[in-house]
Every structure is written in structure tokens, then in C-alpha cells.
């Protein structure tokens, strides 16, 4: 079927000739079914470098004109191609007569030019930016949206972007996905099984929810199906107290930062970064109410990672911490860090990270594992595993939990006591002051 046949481009189509059928090389590689069956001259199979193939109606639109509607014209010179559904998710049968079904409306004055605007809005690209409204509307937090937007842009938008969300096929899709396990595809360069299974996890969703929405047929065939997730190795990074003693020496010897005390907090509080990142301050309760146990200082926000309200005890220690905070928020004459109410007015502190563990010799460790080392120190210290869950803001998996009440004042225990044993280990809170003409203010 190469490029100097014009006649291999009309043939009886019939299921085994699709599945043979290659991408020829042209910009718009079509064989059009020439079989007494075809829907009109213009049905036949689209073929993509990628592979894919989709089943399209080529047509002239025409539509109806007059009070009575009785006479016709050509809307325009223009021949339209619509896609009617990919090859992998539509029987050969199944899209004649759908072709056939579009044909008779076009001649009956129906014009198929709006549908197929609407078509276009079921493209990948323009789908994600409605799918990711409903899930922030869910109550999904910001970091998990951005991270289904980088991953979904990254991998799919690229290869996807301009089809129907149909067009992604499970074939293409698995040599997408272990390519990521391998590390082939992965943008760090890195075998990331975690990264393939979170993609795998998004795609699934956005069909589902493209299902609800009627943006796709109802029982379509997903993508992701029969793909088994790759098997994740969990990571059991903890500091060793000669690492923690060499991370708070690269702490004390870093120049002023926000990344200072984001990191001094995630080691007392055992949050999530973008918990901390995202405090306001209107979040950040210091005083203690008189004879009311179920109100020391703490944080409270009121959306978490887990879609749950936070109430996070604050030890002394932190307290001191934001005390200082909120000293240079008022000392601070730039309106650009007064603004917004934020604690940390900064998107991000992983340049600061990954220069203040590079000096402490911790390259493989990330911020996140120091909320799994604040739940190690917390079941050193004694707690059980209930109130260590309860005190990190675990989510709640079973009755048991539901109904196990853990007052907050023995999370302040739990905490208070934890601040201590880091104070004992690598002193007290590090508080710098911004140098003038200097390094970055907070």
C-alpha cells in the first residue's frame, strides 16, 4: 500500500485487512472502504505514525435554508472529516452504520459541523482543564492537582493531545507505562515505578470521569485496563542521629531562608510540606484559651492532602518558631512579604533543599521523609500507633479508628515531648535575622 498507489488507498475493508494496515508515510494516511457495505465513498480507516487507527466519514456538510426549510445548499466548498471512534474501541460493523446514521443526517439538513465542534472539545488537552475543575470542586488539594497536570502534560498531552480521548489505545499506552517503570520515558531518567502507577491511576480517572460526563461513550474500554500496576519498593529512609546532628549543622550554617523553618517545622510537627507551605496565618493559632482543653496553640486548615481538617498541636518549640516568624513579618517594610497572609509566601524551597542536603550528605533524602522520621521518633518515645496516626493526620482506614478519639492534649504530649528530644539532640530552634544587602529575607 505505498505512496505511488492510488488505487491501495480504496479497497474492501474487512477486519484482518485493518489490523495488517500500516502508516504509509503520508500526513493523512486514509484507506477508504470501497466494499458494497461502505456508508458512502467517503468511510474509511485513518492511520497515525503512532500506529493508532480510528474509523472517520469523510463529507460535505449541507443545511437546510428558507422559512419551510424544504431546499438545500453546499454550506461550504470545504470537505469536513470526522472521527467516529478508534479502531481498538469500535467494531468494523459498529462504525459503518454509524457512518451511515451521519450520512442520512447530513442529507436530511442536519448539519454534523456542530457535533463536530463539539468532537474537538473531547481531545485530551481540552478535556484536562475540565477535569481538573471537577476535582479541585471534589476538594482535591492544589499539590495533588498540579501533579496530575505535570504528569498528565509530561507523558500523554504530547503523544494524545490533539485526538479524541478515544485514540489512546491500551497498547500504546503500556509501552507509555513501562517505559516509565524502566526509566526509559521517565523524565528524571530514573526507573520511577511510583510515577508509572500514578499516571496509570490519572488516566483511569479522567476516562471515568469523561465517562460520567458523557464526553465519551458509556462502556468504553479504558486505556488502563488489564495493565497491572508495577510494584512499588516502599522507601525506608530515616535519619540516623548522626545524620540528624549533620542535617541541623547544614541548617545553622545556610543562610537565611524560608526553607530554614519549613524544614525545622516538618521535623517538630511531622506535617506534609505543602501543608507548611500553604499556611496563612490566619491558620496559625499561638495562644492558649483559658480552661479549654480542646484549644492549646495549634495549626488548624482546613483541607489536607487526605480531603480531612488538620488540627496540629504546636510544641513550645514551634511555638517559638512562628513567634519569630511572625516578629519578622512585622519588621519587614517590603509589602511583598506582608501581602496574602501566607506564613511562607514562596512556591517552592526545593533549590534550598537540595543545596542544604547536599552539604549534609543526605542526596537520597527528601523532605517527605521527615514526616516518616517524626513517626519513627514518636514510637521511639513511647506512643502507640494510634496516636501517632491521629497526631500525623493519617487518614482514617477502619471502624476502630473512626470511633478512637485521641484528646489533643495528649498530642501535645506526644509532640512536646518530641521537641524536647530534638532539642536535647541538636539544640534549640535556629532563628536567623535577615542580613541587610544580603541574603533572601523570609
Not at 136 to 161: C, F, M, Q, T
Not at 194 to 203: C, D, I, P, Y
Not at 210 to 227: D, F, M, Q, R
Request: include cysteine.
Amino acid at each position: 500500500m505505498g505512496k505511488g498507489n492510488p488505487q491501495a488507498h480504496h479497497l474492501p475493508l474487512t477486519t484482518g485487512r485493518i489490523e495488517a494496515m500500516r502508516w504509509d508515510g503520508r500526513a493523512r494516511d486514509i484507506r477508504y472502504d470501497s466494499s458494497p457495505k461502505a456508508p458512502g465513498s467517503g468511510f474509511g480507516v485513518r492511520i497515525y505514525e503512532s500506529g493508532r487507527k480510528s474509523y472517520v466519514l469523510q463529507y460535505r456538510a449541507r443545511k437546510r435554508v428558507g422559512a419551510s426549510g424544504a431546499v438545500t445548499k453546499a454550506l461550504r466548498n470545504k470537505v469536513h472529516l470526522k472521527v467516529l471512534g478508534n479502531v481498538d474501541a469500535m467494531s468494523l460493523s459498529e462504525a459503518r452504520e454509524k457512518g451511515l446514521k451521519m450520512l442520512q443526517d447530513v442529507w436530511e439538513g442536519n448539519d454534523p459541523t456542530e457535533e463536530l465542534k463539539e468532537e474537538e472539545a473531547k481531545t485530551l488537552s481540552q478535556f484536562l482543564p475540565q477535569y481538573l475543575s471537577i476535582k479541585k470542586k471534589e476538594g482535591l488539594a492544589e499539590k495533588s492537582l498540579y501533579d496530575i497536570e505535570r504528569r498528565v502534560r509530561n507523558y500523554l498531552i504530547p503523544r494524545y493531545g490533539d485526538g479524541p480521548l478515544t485514540d489512546i489505545t491500551r497498547s500504546d499506552f503500556h509501552d507509555i507505562f513501562l517505559g516509565i517503570v524502566s526509566g526509559d520515558l521517565s523524565i528524571s531518567g530514573e526507573p520511577s515505578p511510583v510515577e508509572a502507577n500514578r499516571l496509570h491511576a490519572h488516566l483511569s480517572n479522567i476516562f471515568k470521569v469523561a465517562e460520567i460526563k458523557e464526553v465519551i461513550p458509556e462502556g468504553t474500554s479504558y486505556p488502563t485496563t488489564l495493565i497491572k500496576k508495577a510494584k512499588e519498593r516502599p522507601r525506608k529512609l530515616y535519619l540516623s542521629d548522626p545524620q540528624l546532628k549533620g542535617l541541623y549543622r547544614a541548617l545553622s550554617d545556610a543562610p537565611q531562608s524560608h526553607a530554614l523553618y519549613v524544614i525545622q517545622l516538618l521535623c517538630h510537627q511531622g506535617m506534609r510540606k505543602a501543608e507548611v507551605l500553604g499556611l496563612k496565618w490566619s491558620d496559625v493559632h499561638l495562644d492558649r484559651v483559658a480552661g479549654r482543653e480542646c484549644e492549646p496553640p495549634h495549626l488548624f486548615v482546613g483541607t489536607t492532602k487526605n480531603g480531612d481538617k488538620m488540627f496540629s498541636v504546636l510544641s513550645p518549640q514551634a511555638i517559638t518558631i512562628f513567634e519569630h516568624l511572625k516578629s519578622q513579618r512585622v519588621t519587614d517594610s517590603r509589602k511583598k512579604y506582608l501581602s496574602g497572609g501566607e506564613v511562607f509566601p514562596v512556591g517552592d524551597i526545593r533549590r534550598q533543599w537540595n543545596s542544604i542536603r547536599a552539604v549534609a550528605g543526605l542526596k537520597e533524602f527528601t523532605l517527605h521523609d521527615l514526616r516518616h522520621c517524626v513517626g519513627t521518633w514518636l514510637g521511639r518515645l513511647g506512643n502507640t500507633e494510634l496516636v501517632i496516626s491521629r497526631t500525623l493526620n493519617h487518614r482514617i482506614t477502619s471502624v476502630t479508628e473512626q470511633y478512637s478519639l485521641i484528646p489533643n492534649q495528649q498530642k501535645e504530649t506526644a509532640l512536646t515531648e518530641l521537641a524536647d528530644w530534638l532539642e536535647e539532640t541538636v539544640g534549640p530552634p535556629i532563628l536567623k535575622h535577615p542580613i541587610k544587602g544580603g541574603q533572601e529575607p523570609i
